[in-house]
C-alpha cells in the first residue's frame, strides 16, 4: 500500500473516531486496528494527522473512546514485547502504537480529571493471559512502562541477535539476558555492537515514548514543599525493572561514547546523516529525568542483589537510594569509568567550539544544556567521580567549554537558565581545593572568545569571563553576581600568579562596586565589596610571592580602598548618593576597564533574536542558602563553620528571616521606608562598614606605597617594569596581620536548587523537542512559556 493511502486510511480513522459519539467497543479490532495495523506513518506524520483540537474534543466529548484508544495501544506494546516482534508486520505495530501514544499523552496529563488514569488498572489487562489474578491487575503505566523496557532489548528491532543462523530458535524475550546486549562498550560492557541505522531509529522512537510518559511533571506547578518524585520515573527505576542496569548502562554508554566529529574525517557529516545524534540526545534526556532526585533526600532502603560483580559493585557504600539509576550513577568507582565518562563529556562540550577553528568542518551538537545537567548530577551523586575530575588537568577541558558558554551566552535573555547552570557547576568545583590548584596551569588553547586577549593561566581565563559577564551582561545575570564572585573567593587563595590583566579586571569589579550609589542602591550590594576584599586578603596573605600583578593594581588603585575605608554615613551624602543613581542607569560603568581588543575570530556575544522561546525558572537560594562555610585547617581538611546562627556573610546581624530568602531584586531588606521601599540608613551603613576587612590592604600600602613612590622619583621612572621588579623580589613577612584562616563556602545540596533543576532541565527539553513538538501549545503548569 502507498504511503499516500496508508495516510489516508489513518486519516479516517482518526476522523472516525473524533465524530463517534457512542462507545466503541474495545473487543471491536476491525476498528482499532485502523490506527495501526495497515499503516506506515512516521512520527511526523501522527502529529499532523492528529490535531490537538481534535484530541481534546475527544478526551471532553468521548472519554471512553480515548481510554480504550491507549489502552489498546498498551495492549499491543504488551504484546509485542511479548512475542519479541517477530514479524516485519509486529514491528510496524509497535512503532505505529508507539507514535500515536506520544502524541496523546500530553493531552491526557494536562488535564486534572485523566491525571489518574494510566495508574487505574484496567480489567482483564494482565501480561497475558493465564497468569496470575493479582498480575492481572497490573495499573495502565505500569504495563506500558514494562512494555517499552522489553521492547528497548528486542533482537533484530532494538538489538542485535546473538544467534548464529535463523534456523536457531529466535531468543525468548523471557529469558533473555538483557545485560549481554547492552547497546555501546563504556562503563561495566567491553563489547562494542555494530552500528545498526534501523536499530538506532527504533530506540530513539521507544525513548521518546518514554520521555513523554516521564513529562507529566511538566503538567504540575513547581511546589517547593514537594519531594518531586515522578511515579512514571519512580516505577521505571525501580527493581520491578528487569531490565534497569542494562539500560542505563546502555544510556550513559551510549552518550558518553558518542563522537560527532564523523569518526574524524573533516565535513563527514555533509555527506552522511548521522542517525546516532538523535539517539544520543534521547539518551541524554531519558538519562537526566531518571535522575532527576532530590539528593537531599536521599538514602532509601536496601537495594537487591542486581550490581553484584559489575561495574557498580562497591563494598565501602552503604545501600543507596530506592532510584536504580541514581543508584547505579553514584556507585560507579573503576578509574578507567570514570575516565571514559569524563572524556566523552568533555569531547561533546568542547564540540561547538571546534566549529571556531574550521567552520562547519565537524557537525555541530546541541545538547550541550543536557550533558551539562548529567555531569551537574554525576559529580553531585558521586562524590568518586568529582575527586577524579579534580585529580588531573582534566578538569580544565570541561571549565574551557562552561566559560565558552558563559561567555557567549551573557547578552541572551533566552539563554539565562544555561548561564546558571554553568555558574553552579563552577560553584560546585571551586568548593575542593584542587579545582584552584588546577586553575595554575597556562592557558594557551585559543578558541576564539569575545575577550580582550591576555597571557596568562586558566584563572586568568575565569577572572576575565567573569568580569566580562558582570560589566557586560544583561540585567537578568545580576542574581549571579555573588555567584560568581564566591567562586573566585573559593579559587583565590591558591592562584599562584595572575596576569597583569587579571588583576585590572578585579580592580575595576572593586571600583564599580563600591561606588556610593551602586553601595546604597540595595541592601545586599555591600556583600559584592566583601567578596572581592578577601579575594585580595587570601591572596595576599597566602600567595603574596607571585602576585607583583595584582600588588602593583591595588597600589594604583589605592585611592578606592582609601574611599572605602572613609565612606561617607550620613544623610545628606546617602540622599547624595541615590540622587546620583537616579541619573546613572547603567547597572555598572564600563570606563575605567581598558579594554583591550577582543581575540581573533571571535563573535561579540549577541542578543536573542526578538521572538526567541524561552520557558521561566524559578527563583535561585541566596548564596548563603545554596554553600556552606567551612574553614581550611592546617593540614589542608575542611572544617565545616555551619552550626553557629546564621550571619550573613557582611553584616553581623542575623540574616533577615524569611520563609525563602530569594535573591537581592525580591529581599525585603532590614528598615523599610514608609512606600515599601528599602532605603538605606546611617546605621546601616555603619553596620557593616566597620566589618570592612581592610587592615591587610592598607598595612600593604602603608609599607610598600612609599617605597614605589621612592623609586619613582629616584629613577625618574614611569616606567611599570622596574616598580613590578621590586614588587616581585619585596617581601611583607612579619609585616602583615596574623594570615587568617581560609573560608571555603561549599555547595550544598538544597531543596531550592533541585527545584530550579527541575525546571530548567524540562524547559530545555520542552524547547528542544520541535520535530516532532511533542509538548508544544499543550498546557504546561511547570513553567511559562515566554517570548523575548
Sequence with gaps: MGSADSKLNFRKAVIQLTTKTQPVEATDDAFWDQFWADTATSVQDVFALVPAAEIRAVREESPSNLATLCYKAVEKLVQGAESGCRSEKEKQIVLNCSRLLTRVLPYIFEDPDWRGFFWSTVPGAGRGEGEDDDENARPLAESLLLAIADLL?????????????????????????????????????????????????????????????????????????????????????????????????????????????????????????????????????????????????????????????????????????????????????REEDFQFVLKGIARLLSNPLLQTYLPNSTKKIQFHQELLVLFWKLCDFNKKFLFFVLKSSDVLDILVPILYFLNDARADQSRVGLMHIGVFILLLLSGERNFGVRLNKPYSVRVPMDIPVFTGTHADLLIVVFHKIITSGHQRLQPLFDCLLTIVVNVSPYLKSLSMVAANKLLHLLEAFSTTWFLFSAS???????????????????????????????????????????????????????????????????????????????????????????????????????????????????????????????????????????????????????????????????????????????????????????????????????????????????????????LIRKYQANSGTAMWFRTYMWGVIYLRNVDPPVWYDTDVKLFEIQRV
Excluded at 609 to 627: M, N, Q, R, Y
Design 153 to 333: 532489548f528486542c533482537p533484530e528491532f532494538t538489538v542485535q541477535s546473538h544467534r548464529r543462523s535463523p534456523v536457531d530458535l529466535a531468543e525468548d524475550m523471557h529469558s533473555l539476558d538483557s545485560c549481554e546486549y547492552i547497546w555501546e562498550a563504556g562503563v561495566g560492557f567491553a563489547h562494542s555492537p555494530q552500528p545498526n541505522y534501523v536499530h538506532d531509529m527504533n530506540r530513539t522512537e521507544l525513548l521518546k515514548l518514554l520521555l513523554t510518559c516521564f513529562s507529566e511533571a511538566m503538567y504540575l506547578p513547581p511546589a517547593p514543599d514537594s519531594d518531586g518524585t515522578n511515579p512514571w520515573v519512580r516505577f521505571f527505576c525501580s527493581t520491578e525493572n528487569r531490565h534497569a542496569l542494562p539500560l542505563f548502562t546502555s544510556l550513559l554508554n551510549t552518550v558518553c561514547a558518542y563522537d560527532p566529529v564523523g569518526y574524524g574525517i573533516p565535513y563527514n557529516h555533509l555527506l552522511f546523516s548521522d542517525y546516532r545524534e538523535p539517539l544520543v540526545e534521547e539518551a541524554a534526556q531519558v538519562l537526566i529525568v531518571t535522575l532527576d532526585h532530590d539528593g537531599a533526600a536521599s538514602a532509601g532502603p536496601t537495594v537487591d542483589g542486581t550490581t553484584t560483580g559489575t561495574a557498580m559493585d562497591d563494598v565501602d557504600q552503604p545501600p543507596g537510594p530506592e532510584n536504580l539509576f541514581v543508584n547505579y550513577l553514584s556507585r560507579i568507582h
Design 524 to 742: 545586599q550590594n555591600h556583600h559584592l565589596v566583601f567578596f572581592l576584599l578577601e579575594v585580595f586578603n587570601n591572596i595576599i596573605q597566602y600567595q603574596f610571592d607571585g602576585n607583583s600583578n595584582l600588588v602593583y593594581a591595588i597600589i594604583r588603585k589605592r585611592s578606592v580602598f582609601h574611599q572605602l575605608a572613609n565612606l561617607p554615613s550620613d544623610p545628606p551624602a546617602i540622599h547624595k548618593a541615590l540622587q546620583r543613581r537616579r541619573k546613572a542607569p547603567e547597572p555598572l560603568s564600563r570606563s575605567g576597564s581598558q579594554e583591550g581588543a577582543s581575540m581573533e575570530g571571535s563573535r561579540p556575544a549577541a542578543p536573542a533574536e526578538p521572538g526567541t522561546l524561552k520557558t521561566s525558572l524559578v527563583a535561585t537560594p541566596g548564596i548563603d542558602k545554596l554553600t556552606e562555610k567551612s574553614q581550611v585547617s592546617e593540614d589542608g581538611t575542611l572544617r565545616s563553620l555551619e552550626p553557629a546562627p546564621p550571619q550573613s556573610p557582611a553584616d553581623g546581624s542575623p540574616a533577615e528571616e524569611e520563609p525563602s530568602p530569594m535573591w537581592r531584586e525580591q529581599r525585603r531588606p532590614s528598615s523599610a521606608s514608609a512606600s515599601g521601599q528599602w532605603s538605606p540608613t546611617p546605621e546601616w551603613v555603619l553596620s557593616w562598614k566597620a566589618k570592612l576587612p581592610l587592615q591587610t590592604i592598607m598595612r600593604l600600602l602603608q609599607v610598600l606605597v612609599p617605597q614605589v613612590e621612592k623609586i619613582c622619583i629616584d629613577k625618574g621612572l614611569t616606567d611599570e617594569s622596574e616598580i613590578l621588579r621590586f614588587l616581585q623580589h619585596g617581601t611583607l613577612v612579619g609585616l602583615l596581620p596574623v594570615p587568617h584562616p581560609i
